[in-house]
C-alpha cells in the first residue's frame, strides 16, 4: 500500500478534471440538483489530495501544477454554465481568466511554481459562490446569500491578484540580484581565475571527482554571497576563498614521508598565500586577505581566526567539503576507496610522466 501512497493525490486531482464532461452534460441537460451533488464532491477532492499529499509526504511540483490546472479547469467550467443563467458571474470568470494568465505568464519567465494560501482561500470562496449561484437558480431563497458570497469572491480575487503580484515581484527582483550578484562576483575575481597559473588548478585533484579549481570557486561564491547577506567583506571573502588553496602542486605529487606536522593539512594554508603573494603580488594579497587564507585550516593551522571573515571561510569551506563528501555515490567510493586508489595511481603515473619529461629535457639542455 506505500508504494502506490504517491500517486493517490494526484488521482484524486486528476478526478476533477475527468469529472468536467460530466458536469458540462449535466449543465446543458439543466439537471442542476444533481450537478450540484456532483459539482460538491467534485470540490471536496480539492480539499482532500492536499491534505493526503501533506501526511503522507508525498508533495510534488507535478502535483502542485496538476493540482492548479484542475482547479482552473473546473472553475471556469462551472462558471462558463452559471454565466448562461446568471450574466454577472462573468465578471467572477473575467477575474479568474486574468490571475490564471498572470500566473502562467510568471511561471513561464521564471520556472517556479507556487501556490499561496490566500489563493486557496479565495478558491474555496469561489466554489461556495459558484454553487450557491446554481441554488439561486433552483430556489430564490438562496439569493442574498449568493449576492453575498459573489461580492466576497470578487474582494478575495482582488486581493489574490495583489498578493501574487507582490510575490512575483519579490521573485524577480531575486533572480535579478542574483544575477547580478553573479556578475559582480566574476568581476571580482576574474583576474584570478583567467591568469594560467590559476587555471593549472583544473588538473589538481582534490576531493573524489572534484579539482582544486571546482572547490575554490564553490568556497569562493558561497562566501561571496554569505559575506553579502551579512554586510561583511564579501570583496576579501570572493579573492580569499579563491585562493584559500593555491598551494604550488598537489599533495597527492609528494611521496615523501615527513613529520605529522609538516604535511599538508598543516602547511598548505600558508604556502597558498606564499604562492598567491609570489603569483599575483603582495599589494593584491592584503593583510586581511592573507589573515583570512592563513586560518581557514583551523584547527589544524593552531592559529584562531582574526575576524569574522575569517572565521566564515572556515566554516564554509568544512560545511561544502562535508556536502561532496556525504554525497551517497561519494561516500561508496570512499569507502570501497576504489575511485581513491584509482586517483592515487593515476597522480603517481602522472607524476612519473612529468618528472620523465623533465629529465629528458635537461640531457637535451646538457648535450
Same mark, same amino acid.
Given at each position: 500500500?506505500?508504494?502506490?501512497?504517491? =500517486?493517490?493525490?494526484? %488521482? @484524486?486531482?486528476?478526478?476533477?478534471?475527468?469529472?468536467?464532461?460530466?458536469?458540462?452534460?449535466?449543465?446543458?441537460?439543466?439537471?442542476?440538483?444533481?450537478?450540484?451533488?456532483?459539482? *460538491? @464532491?467534485?470540490?471536496?477532492?480539492?480539499?482532500?489530495?492536499?491534505? /493526503?499529499?501533506?501526511?503522507?509526504?508525498?508533495?510534488?511540483?507535478?502535483? *502542485?501544477?496538476?493540482?492548479?490546472l484542475a482547479d482552473k479547469l473546473l472553475a471556469a467550467t462551472l462558471l462558463?454554465?452559471?454565466?448562461?443563467?446568471?450574466?454577472?458571474?462573468? =465578471?467572477?470568470?473575467?477575474?479568474?481568466? %486574468?490571475?490564471?494568465?498572470?500566473?502562467?505568464?510568471?511561471?513561464?519567465?521564471?520556472?517556479?511554481?507556487?501556490?499561496?494560501?490566500?489563493?486557496?482561500?479565495?478558491?474555496?470562496?469561489?466554489?461556495? *459562490?459558484? @454553487?450557491?449561484?446554481?441554488?439561486?437558480?433552483?430556489?430564490?431563497?438562496?439569493?442574498?446569500?449568493?449576492?453575498?458570497?459573489?461580492? /466576497?469572491?470578487?474582494?478575495?480575487?482582488?486581493?489574490?491578484?495583489?498578493?501574487?503580484?507582490?510575490?512575483?515581484?519579490?521573485? =524577480?527582483?531575486?533572480?535579478?540580484?542574483?544575477? +547580478?550578484?553573479?556578475?559582480?562576483?566574476? +568581476?571580482?575575481?576574474?583576474?584570478?581565475?583567467?591568469?594560467? +597559473?590559476?587555471?593549472?588548478?583544473?588538473?589538481?585533484?582534490?576531493?573524489?571527482?572534484?579539482?582544486? =579549481?571546482?572547490?575554490?570557486?564553490?568556497?569562493?561564491?558561497?562566501?561571496? +554571497?554569505l559575506g553579502k547577506l551579512f554586510h561583511l567583506d564579501y570583496h576579501s571573502l570572493a579573492i580569499a576563498g579563491l585562493l584559500h588553496d593555491f598551494y604550488e602542486k598537489p599533495w597527492q605529487y609528494d611521496t615523501e614521508k615527513k613529520p605529522l606536522l609538516q604535511r599538508h593539512g598543516f602547511t598548505h594554508a600558508r604556502n597558498a598565500v606564499e604562492n598567491a603573494k609570489r603569483v599575483f603580488g603582495e599589494e593584491v594579497i592584503t593583510p586581511k586577505i592573507e589573515s583570512i587564507m592563513i586560518t581557514h585550516m583551523f584547527p589544524l593551522n593552531k592559529r584562531l581566526p582574526r575576524n569574522r571573515e575569517a572565521w566564515l571561510i572556515t566554516l564554509v569551506d568544512k560545511a561544502d567539503s562535508i556536502d561532496f563528501i556525504m554525497h551517497p555515490i561519494i561516500l561508496y567510493k570512499i569507502m570501497t576507496k576504489k575511485e581513491y586508489d584509482q586517483e592515487k595511481k593515476f597522480t603517481l603515473a602522472k607524476l612519473k610522466s612529468k618528472l620523465t619529461r623533465q629529465k629528458k629535457k635537461s640531457k637535451r639542455i646538457v648535450k
Open positions: 500500500m506505500k508504494q502506490f501512497k504517491k =500517486y493517490i493525490p494526484n %488521482i @484524486l486531482t486528476s478526478i476533477r478534471i475527468i469529472m468536467i464532461p460530466v458536469i458540462i452534460f449535466l449543465g446543458v441537460i439543466e439537471q442542476y440538483s444533481l450537478l450540484i451533488l456532483v459539482s *460538491a @464532491l467534485t470540490i471536496f477532492t480539492d480539499a482532500l489530495d492536499g491534505y /493526503l499529499a501533506r501526511k503522507w509526504k508525498v508533495e510534488s511540483k507535478l502535483g *502542485a501544477v496538476l493540482d492548479a462558463v454554465l452559471l454565466i448562461v443563467k446568471d450574466f454577472r458571474f462573468i =465578471y467572477v470568470f473575467l477575474m479568474e481568466f %486574468i490571475i490564471g494568465v498572470f500566473n502562467s505568464y510568471c511561471y513561464y519567465r521564471s520556472k517556479e511554481s507556487t501556490t499561496l494560501y490566500i489563493g486557496k482561500i479565495k478558491t474555496w470562496i469561489i466554489s461556495i *459562490a459558484i @454553487l450557491l449561484g446554481f441554488l439561486n437558480i433552483i430556489s430564490s431563497d438562496f439569493q442574498g446569500m449568493s449576492q453575498f458570497f459573489f461580492v /466576497l469572491a470578487l474582494i478575495f480575487q482582488g486581493i489574490t491578484f495583489l498578493s501574487y503580484a507582490i510575490y512575483w515581484m519579490k521573485i =524577480y527582483q531575486f533572480m535579478k540580484n542574483k544575477e +547580478e550578484h553573479r556578475k559582480e562576483f566574476y +568581476e571580482i575575481i576574474d583576474p584570478f581565475v583567467t591568469h594560467e +597559473e590559476f587555471l593549472r588548478r583544473k588538473e589538481f585533484p582534490h576531493h573524489i571527482n572534484e579539482s582544486v =579549481y571546482d572547490h575554490v570557486l564553490k568556497v569562493a561564491y558561497d562566501c561571496y +554571497e
